[in-house]
């Protein structure tokens, strides 16, 4: 009985051993995860690639690793789904470089090599607001002003973007919406799927693409007139479970509705990643990070 035991504490202290070196693994390493969606309305073969939730994480020096990557993908354009940076709550009015220095080394690095069209989270938001006591969002924003200014890279923040036959919507959600899913603003997703329609009242047929960063308000997003939604926020769940899909969400709830893959509703696509990094407690399993390339393609295409 004793030998028993002793056998099942020793299985059982390496699988913890496994699972920590597993995560450790995972959160220095990143993936290419691939998505192929047909369109009547694509007119021409279009690559985008899409990232989030990077926190100020950093692969390889200045993030070279990424930047090499997405070089190599050579998309049309690159989507930027929130939380490139880390602004936290509690750090009174100076927020160290650290929080925001390894985005910017990637933003440079990418900069100009396709459009760059970065919709913000909840961690830009809340910087952003906050901005008269606290230097975080200037000195950002400074880090990349001649990109901005160049438009190499595209705040698209309750704005829209054309391309070929394609249209991206960027909403930048309010800050309180991420606490309470009452405080969600469905007159400004109104407002800009408003100005989604006004561009496409000569030629209904467009592709139509809705970046936001919670995955939360899926059932609000998929009643208006788009195909695709593209979030983030949730990290994947953070560990990943076999058929139960992700633990847990940023609100600390336990198997959240909206966690990692391909969700549908009305017609309506939504591509949810699990985000490039992580902030505050540095641990995923099973859930590797990753940056999505989608490939649009014409409904007959084979």
């Known amino acids: 009985m004793k030998n028993t035991v002793i056998i099942i504490i020793g299985i059982a202290a390496l699988l913890f051993i496994l699972m920590l070196l597993r995560g450790y693994y995972e959160i220095r390493h990143f993936r290419i995860k691939r998505y192929t969606i047909k369109a009547d309305s694509i007119k021409k073969q279009t690559t985008i690639a899409f990232i989030s939730d990077l926190h100020n994480c950093s692969y390889g020096n200045d993030n070279e690793k990424i930047i090499a990557a997405l070089k190599k993908e050579k998309p049309d354009f690159l989507i930027i789904g929130g939380d490139l940076i880390v602004g936290k709550r509690n750090t009174g009015q100076c927020m160290p470089e650290k929080y925001f220095k390894n985005a910017v080394s990637l933003l440079k690095g990418i900069s100009g090599e396709f459009p760059i069209l970065y919709t913000y989270g909840n961690h830009e938001t809340r910087v952003k607001n906050r901005k008269e006591i606290n230097p975080l969002y200037n000195e950002y924003i400074d880090g990349i002003k001649e990109q901005l200014e160049e438009q190499k890279i595209i705040l698209l923040n309750d ?26 603003d469905n007159e400004k997703l109104r407002k800009l799927m408003s100005l989604v329609s006004q561009k496409s009242a000569s030629n209904k047929n467009k592709f139509r ?76 399993l099973f859930n590797m990070p990753e940056i999505v390339v989608i490939t649009l393609l014409l409904a007959d295409s084979i």
């Open 159 to 184: 704005e829209i973007w054309e391309y070929n036959n394609i249209i991206v919507a960027g909403l930048e959600v309010g800050d309180k919406a991420y606490d309470n899913n009452e405080s969600f």
């Open 209 to 284: 693409i809705l970046v936001s960063h919670p995955p939360d308000f899926f059932e609000q997003y998929a009643e208006e007139n788009i195909d695709l939604v593209l979030s983030g926020h949730n990290h994947g769940g953070t560990i990943r479970i076999p058929f139960l899909g992700g633990v847990i969400s940023r609100k600390y709830k336990l198997f959240p509705k909206y966690s990692y893959g391909v969700y549908e509703k009305n017609g309506v696509k939504m591509i949810l990643t699990g985000g490039l990094g992580d902030h505050t407690i540095h641990f995923r």
